[in-house]
């Protein structure tokens, strides 16, 4: 039933529900600046002799708190990377990019920089006169690769279409999802979210989560979750009506994936879903939308599956815009 018209549906007291109780974000004034920055600057250039279009990329996983002064949190399964590689192939077809990702994930233009050997990557050399100084290069063998990433990020940030925005929390990310959508609203149909975050389904409330470390010595653990309150269809309703949407749909059971591709796609009004079981998603994803399904396949170990994602989204976006947002 319409709220307007009396008591309101599950759904929109969930929605409210959640936003209500979700501790406020610790940096909103800021984020809310540098969108707004970010927008003027974009509304006033163009791609073509066309407005420029804008994609929201979402990346990584959400955690959910067990306690206030977090110690221990449940994290969902992501490394960032299709969400970072997506992000580079979007900004090369000459989208803006807002770029929402998991503190610690993947980045765009660092992809190939392995974290764990970060140290390798780099030779220093002393020099024994000046006793103070050494100089620090890139090695040799990785310097082309580091050169291009540098110039490639340095020219989407200075070309103003690149915006990065962390998140670690689900309570973070779906009140950051909010603000960039409200922040996008005068794209109309210029505007896509392209949503590959990892994103919790259950969650503890704020109003009933532990303030302190649970402790051990009161014996086994239960916890009851609440369902986080499906954020799809309020983005498709009533935050972005007309932007084109694109959510991710994981299983690991391949019987089912298509089938709840297709569930997604009628209950939440997504444009596309993009469908992966978690054993092949670096090989093959499978792009459904409305009575069509088209799989997309890495042709080796050098190329980005994303590329060609990408690619073929991108045709899709641009005949949405030309049929004015059907
Ligand atoms: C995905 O399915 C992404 O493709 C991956 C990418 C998380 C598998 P990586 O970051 O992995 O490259 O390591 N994302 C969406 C997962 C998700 O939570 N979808 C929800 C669902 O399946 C809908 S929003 O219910």
Redesign the pocket.
Known sequence: MDSRNGPEAPQESNVKSFFNSAPPLRDGDLICNKLKEFMDRISLSSENGSPVRVVCVT??GTTVPLEQRCVRYID????????AASTEYFVKAGYAVIFVYRRGSCQPYCRYLPQDSFLEFFDLTEDSTIQVYCILQVCQSHATMVKKAIRDYRKAVEEGLLLKIPFTTIFEYLQILQMVAKSMSWTATRGMFY?????S?FYVPWESMAEHKIQSAAGPLDMRLTQVPKM?SVLRKEWAPSAFCI????ETDPGILLQKADM?MRKYGMHVVVA?ELAT?KEEVIIVTKGRRTAVRRHNKETDLEEQLVYLLDEMHYEYIKQGGA
């Open positions: 990346s990584g969902n399964f992501s490394s960032g990377h299709r969400g949503l590959a975050a990892a994103v389904d799809l959510s991710f749909k994981l997604a992966n998603y």
